[in-house]
């Protein structure tokens, strides 16, 4: 009798060690990231849907002035707003479910037409800028790190700070003073000769890089390169300063960890040590970071497209609340929330393949 009991208990268990409910921990991970999302957006949505009410009247804020009131209360009946509010949030939240994110009240334009044409053209800066940024923080912060509290991590860590906390905007102003009396490009995406002839591309990206290279003219492809320097450097060096001390911080902590200790103990040489031991377990957290970077380039790239007139979905989302079409912002602001969002949970299954220890 005991010995069944003690065959039993020392019986390997049916279900595999670290899964519950036949979930291995990744896929159990990624459905509590994914689930968390929901109501994150329904948060989301219903803020920015009461906060453009409160404002005021959509059609009265946009058409004020230019309409008589019997006009303005027949665009109200058109666009339902003319109902109780609790109807036109529970409609609002339907039409979202079905992609529909609204129509901007000025050009009767849709909002996912917005989010395709000039989603493109923020993807594209968004791409640059992330380049400019890996380019600064990455090499700048192995320097700092292998100068720790010298002259060189000092003046580095000062560059990180400033570069982080420079508005976006005045950045951008600084660099078009330099460079315009030498000639180099200072706003929109290409000039107007390029513009009109990767207009004619077939298939349409509407990534003016992509499209230039489908041509297959150079002078295109590098006039649409100088048009992307100053934005991306811009906005690059709000993230690169972050990346920076991000990687020297997490490059000092890996250098004293044990398995690099072992490796100095073994006879391996500092630099060596540095690049292949601690430099890329150090990377882990950045990729964590860039998640959060998302949000920040959206959030910049509002400020540096109105710089640099590049017309993205931050240049239509300013150009729009000039014209205070609340209706157009509301569906944007929702679109841009889906978007980080998404762009968040794509960066966390990244990071749960790259480091298990985040699936449990």
Request: glycine letters at 8%; one cysteine or more; a neutral charge.
């Amino acid at each position: 009798m005991t010995t069944d009991v003690l065959v039993a208990a020392d019986a390997p268990s049916a279900e595999p060690p670290g899964r519950r409910g036949g979930l291995s921990p990744l896929a159990r991970y990624l459905l509590i990231r994914l689930a968390l999302i929901i109501p994150m957006l329904w948060v989301l949505v219903t803020l920015v849907f009461f906060l453009m009410r409160v404002i005021g009247d959509p059609i009265t804020a946009a058409q004020g002035g230019r309409l008589t009131p019997d006009q303005i209360a027949e665009r109200k009946a058109e666009a339902g707003l003319d109902r109780p509010i609790m109807v036109q949030y529970f409609e609002y939240l339907w039409n979202i479910l079905h992609g529909d994110f609204g129509t901007t009240l000025t050009d009767n334009r849709e909002v996912t037409d917005i989010l395709i044409v000039n989603g493109a053209a923020t993807l594209e800066l968004s791409f640059w800028a992330l380049i400019v940024a890996f380019s600064i923080g990455i090499p700048l912060g192995r320097i700092a790190a292998r100068h720790r509290d010298r002259w060189r991590d000092v003046l580095l860590r000062l560059f990180a700070i400033v570069a982080y906390a420079a508005p976006v905007f005045f950045v951008g102003l600084l660099l078009k003073l330099a460079v315009a009396p030498f000639g180099w490009p200072t706003s929109g995406r290409a000039s107007t000769a390029t513009e009109l002839t990767l207009a004619k591309v077939e298939p349409q990206t509407n990534i003016m890089i992509i499209d230039a290279i489908l041509w297959g003219e150079p002078e295109y492809i590098w006039d649409v390169l100088q048009h992307a320097v100053l934005p991306a450097i811009a906005l690059g060096m709000l993230t690169g300063g972050i990346f920076l001390r991000l990687v020297r911080v997490n490059l000092l902590q890996t250098m004293r960890a044990d398995y690099v200790t072992a490796a100095r103990a073994r006879g391996v040489s500092e630099r060596q040590v540095e690049r292949k031991h601690a430099f890329r377990n150090a990377l882990v957290p950045v990729v964590t970071v860039m998640g959060m970077q998302i949000a920040i380039l959206l959030g910049g790239a509002v400020l540096t497209e109105t710089t640099f007139e590049w017309k993205g979905i931050g240049y239509e989302l300013a150009q729009y609340l000039i014209r205070r079409d609340f209706l157009a912002v509301q569906g944007i602001v929702t679109a841009i929330a889906f978007i980080v969002c998404i762009a968040s949970f794509l960066i966390d299954a990244i990071v749960a393949l790259v480091d298990p220890r985040v699936r449990f």
